[in-house]
């Protein structure tokens, strides 16, 4: 018989991954840490290597045991995952697949849509209001699952997390799933995440050692949800998923924490300095809770390529679902330098219609 993708992944528009720059400064497209690899897991890993002749440990025990310390709830609520998309996955194929409904924001988290579209299930998408997530909106919609991205990925944008609490309460969803890949680089994290409501139940959290940690190659993230939730997932997950040097390394990078302060600080200060650098150049800039801001811009592909002339990779908006922008991941201080002197040349770009300034640069060529 012929061999044909299911009917239903007709649909599906893959995961376009963000491009990386000539060099490592440059590289603003996938919000990876700017501050290179953690030496400490550098050392683990290499520890580590001396014992791949064996299987992984299928549940990360120390791993672990260590995050439910750190999050104060039972070992038993956390499953870790080959990075958060895998845990993405689990949750859809258990609870949304063949026909199901997801609810997320549109834009989503691409992975919350493709997952969904790959699993047979329904995606209801809400548009944000004002960059953010609608959740008054969203609360109304009958659903397995509730994604929200808390800070939002394209956006940077946070909802309050008393905010939540209520969507939690109000939500005809089965369970609200809350992103916090960002999470860390909130100005307060404890106050925003929603870690107590997962292990009380009510919700479940995905975390990733991909963007603080700066392990985003070594794929670790992980999961805070109800003991009935972990347990279902651990029945159909992949038991080895989680590879021994990428469970060493998170290991690590939570037993030498001085790395996450001062991806922490970095990040802060930066997201600062580019927020001022796109105003100041007449972007419109989304107020960033996150480790990238969004511009906002009518000529989204010339910036881009312009950007790109100067070696400086950045995100097309179009390729996270939100035409007429573009994410852009905090630098280091050399790649702020280089998209200082690469935004020079798209100062054209910023006069919607041929004005003064362009007129300037007219009679300037
Ligand atoms: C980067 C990111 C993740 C991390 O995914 P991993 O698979 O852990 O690398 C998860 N969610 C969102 C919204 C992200 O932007």
Not at 24 to 47: D, F, K, Q, W
Not at 57 to 64: G, H, N, S
Not at 102 to 118: F, G, K, L, M, Q
Not at 125 to 151: F, I, Q, S
Request: charged letters at 20%.
């Amino acid at each position: 018989m012929t061999l044909r993708p299911r009917p239903w992944l007709d649909v599906l528009e893959p995961y376009r991954p963000g491009r990386h720059a000539p060099t490592a400064a440059g590289s603003m497209a996938s919000n990876e840490s700017p501050l290179g690899v953690n030496p400490a897991v550098v050392a683990a890993v290499s520890a580590a290597a001396t014992h791949v002749h064996h299987y992984p440990d299928p549940l990360a025990t120390e791993l672990r045991h260590r995050l439910a310390e750190q999050h104060g709830v039972d070992p038993e609520q956390i499953l870790v995952g080959n990075g958060s998309d895998e845990l993405i996955y689990l949750l859809t194929w258990a609870y949304a697949a063949h026909g199901g409904r997801v609810v997320c924001a549109d834009p989503p988290y691409r992975i919350d849509e493709i997952s969904a579209v790959v699993a047979g299930a329904q995606v209801s998408k809400v548009p944000l209001r004002d960059w953010t997530h609608d959740l008054t909106a969203m609360a109304g919609v009958e659903a397995e699952l509730a994604y929200v991205c808390n800070p939002h990925n394209p956006t940077g944008t946070v909802c309050p997390r008393a905010d939540l609490e209520r969507f939690v309460a109000e939500s005809r969803a089965g369970l609200v799933v809350v992103d916090e890949a960002y999470v860390d680089f909130a100005d307060d994290p404890d106050d925003l995440t929603a870690v107590a409501m997962a292990a009380a139940g009510r919700a479940a959290v995905v975390r990733t050692f991909s963007k603080i940690h700066g392990l985003a190659g070594m794929r670790v993230g992980y999961l805070v949800a109800a003991r009935p939730v972990i347990e279902t997932l651990r029945a159909i997950r992949a038991p080895f998923s989680v590879g021994a040097l990428a469970q060493a390394a998170a290991v690590a990078a939570l037993t030498a924490p001085d790395y996450r302060d001062r991806v922490r600080r970095h990040t802060l200060d930066y997201r600062g300095r580019l927020t001022r650098l796109f105003r100041a150049a007449g972007y419109e800039v989304v107020p960033s809770q996150a480790n990238f801001v969004l511009v906002a811009t009518p000529h989204e592909e010339a910036l881009t390529a312009v950007l790109a002339d100067g070696g400086v990779a950045v995100r097309p908006g179009s390729a996270l679902g939100h035409p007429g922008s573009v994410r852009v991941s905090v630098p280091s201080r050399e790649g702020f330098a280089l998209l200082e002197a690469a935004l020079v040349d798209a100062t054209a770009l910023t006069a919607p219609t041929p004005g003064p300034r362009h007129e300037a640069i007219a009679e300037l060529s």
